[in-house]
C-alpha cells in the first residue's frame, strides 16, 4: 500500500462512544497532521505531530486525543462527542526541514455523531 | 501567516485556459505561495509553489506578480477531472512545523 491510508471512511457513533480514527503513511515521512473539515468551512488544523512529538494542539477540546506512536502511523481518539463534531477529518504527512515539503493527505474519515 | 483572498467559484469549459487568481497583499519576504486543489470526496493534493519567479510544472503554472501581492494558478488546458476546490495559501518559510492555513479556496466548475 502507498501513500496515506485512514480508517474507517466512514464512522458513525453516539455521543456516549469512544472511537479511534488511524491514519498510516507509507512515505517515510517524520511530521503527521489532523485536519477537520466542516461543511461550508475552510480546512482547519488540529493537531502535529513533528519526529514523534506534538507541536501544535491548536485549540483542541480534550474530547479529541492525538496518539502517534511512531512515525508511521497516527491515531485520533475520541469520546463524548458532540453532534457539532460531524466533519470530514483528513490525516496528511510530510517530511520536516529543508525549504519546502508538501503535505500528502489521506482520504478522510467522514464522521457523524448522534 | 499571512491571508490570502480568492473569488468564491469559477467557471471555466473544458479545453479552455483556466487563470484562477489570488491577492495577498500582507504578503511578508519569507512566505511562500502555494496551491493545493482538492477533488470531489478526496483529501487536498499539493499542486505547485513558488517564492517569487514563475513556475510550471505537469500540472500547472504559477504566475507571481512581481510585487508578490498577488499570483494566479494556470491550467493550461481544463479538463472535467479538474473541477475541484483550489486553495492558495502561504507559508512562512520560518514556519518551522511546516503547518500550513486553508482558506475558502476557489470552486473551479469544468463545463464539457
Known amino acids: 500500500e502507498t501513500g496515506v491510508t485512514q480508517t474507517p471512511r466512514h464512522l458513525v457513533m453516539g455521543m456516549t462512544n469512544k472511537k479511534s480514527l488511524k491514519c498510516e503513511q507509507h512515505l517515510g515521512h517524520n511530521a503527521m497532521y489532523w485536519y477537520k473539515q466542516s461543511a461550508k468551512k475552510p480546512l482547519e488544523l488540529m493537531f502535529v505531530?513533528?519526529?514523534?512529538?506534538?507541536?501544535e494542539n491548536n485549540s483542541v477540546p480534550s474530547r479529541f486525543s492525538p496518539e502517534c506512536p511512531n512515525s508511521s502511523h497516527l491515531f485520533l481518539h475520541l469520546h463524548t462527542l458532540q453532534p457539532e463534531d460531524s466533519a470530514l477529518y483528513l490525516c496528511?504527512?510530510?517530511?520536516?526541514?529543508?525549504?519546502?515539503?508538501?503535505?500528502?493527505f489521506g482520504p478522510g474519515t467522514r464522521l457523524t455523531v448522534l | 501567516d499571512a491571508k490570502t483572498t480568492q473569488p468564491n467559484s469559477m467557471e471555466s469549459n473544458e479545453e479552455e485556459p483556466v487563470h484562477l487568481p489570488c491577492n495577498h497583499s500582507?504578503?511578508?519576504?519569507?512566505?511562500?505561495i502555494h496551491w493545493y486543489r482538492q477533488l470531489p470526496s478526496q483529501g487536498p493534493e499539493y499542486v505547485i509553489h513558488g517564492l517569487t519567479s514563475n513556475v510550471n510544472n505537469r500540472m500547472a503554472s504559477l504566475a507571481i506578480a512581481e510585487d508578490r501581492k498577488s499570483s494566479t494558478l494556470i491550467l493550461h488546458r481544463a479538463t472535467l477531472r479538474d473541477a475541484a476546490v483550489y486553495y492558495c495559501i502561504l507559508r512562512d518559510n520560518n514556519n518551522a512545523g511546516n503547518m500550513l492555513t486553508f482558506g475558502g479556496g476557489t470552486r473551479l466548475m469544468v463545463k464539457p
Open positions: 505531530y513533528s519526529l514523534e512529538e506534538r507541536v
Open positions: 496528511a504527512s510530510s517530511m520536516t526541514g529543508g525549504s519546502y515539503n508538501e503535505q500528502f
Open positions: 500582507t504578503i511578508s519576504g519569507t512566505d511562500y
